[in-house]
C-alpha cells in the first residue's frame, strides 16, 4: 500500500476550486498525538470515534456526491447534531454491490453517517485502517472544516471491509482540537 497515492485517488473523485491541503505526511501510528491518538488509530466507525469524544451524535452533510454504477463516492462532513459545526471531513468510495438493497438505498440518501447506517443494518463488516497522515490545511479544507488556513490535524486512510469484502475506501481528518 502506498498511502499518498491511495490519498490521490480518493481527492481525485471530486474537483475543488481550492486545494484541500498544502501539505501531506504519512506518519506512524505510534507517534500521532493525543487526542488524534484515540480517535484515528482504531479499527471503529468513525462515527463512534467522533461521537464518544464529542460526547454528542453526529450529522452527515454531502458536499458532493456521483455514482457510477455500482460505484456511489461523496465528500461529506460530520458535524455535531443539530449545528453546523464540523468534525470530521471525510471521502468515500463505496462498492455498493457488497450491501443489500436497503443499506445501498440509505447510503445514497445521504442522511445518516455512513458507519451508523453499517451499525443499524448490522452489516458484517471490519475496519481496516491504512495510514495514519499529518495534515496541513490549504485553503479547501479550511473553508469547509472552519479552521485555519495551515491548521495542523491529523487523519486516517482506511478500508471498511462489508461481508468480508473491500467495500469502502475513506480518507477521514479529524477538526482541530
Known amino acids: 500500500m502506498n498511502a499518498l497515492e491511495d490519498l490521490r485517488s480518493l481527492t481525485s473523485l471530486f474537483t475543488h476550486a481550492e486545494p484541500l491541503f498544502q501539505r501531506v505526511e504519512h506518519i506512524p501510528s505510534a507517534v500521532t498525538p493525543e487526542p488524534y491518538h484515540s ?34 463516492a461523496r ?6 447534531h443539530g449545528t453546523t ?6 471521502l468515500v468510495r463505496f462498492h455498493l454491490n457488497y450491501v443489500i438493497e436497503p443499506v ?15 451499525i443499524n443494518h448490522n452489516v458484517l463488516r471490519h475496519i481496516d485502517l491504512g495510514a495514519i ?5 490549504g485553503p479547501g479544507l479550511a473553508a469547509a472544516m472552519q479552521m485555519p488556513l495551515g491548521a ?26
Do not use: W
Open 39 to 72: 480517535l484515528l488509530v482504531h479499527h471503529e466507525h468513525m462515527t463512534v470515534s467522533m461521537e464518544r469524544y464529542h460526547q454528542c451524535s453526529v450529522d452527515v452533510r454531502v458536499l458532493q456526491h456521483h455514482q457510477d454504477g455500482d460505484i456511489y
Open 75 to 80: 465528500e461529506i462532513l460530520l458535524l455535531k
Open 85 to 90: 459545526i464540523p468534525v470530521q471531513y471525510g
Open 104 to 118: 445501498r438505498r440509505e447510503i445514497i440518501a445521504g442522511e445518516t453517517p455512513l458507519g451508523r447506517i453499517l
Open 133 to 137: 497522515l499529518e495534515i496541513t490545511a
Open 152 to 177: 495542523v490535524t491529523y487523519g486516517r486512510l482506511a478500508t471498511i471491509f462489508c461481508n468480508r469484502q473491500p467495500a469502502v475506501d475513506l480518507l477521514e481528518v479529524s477538526a482541530v482540537l
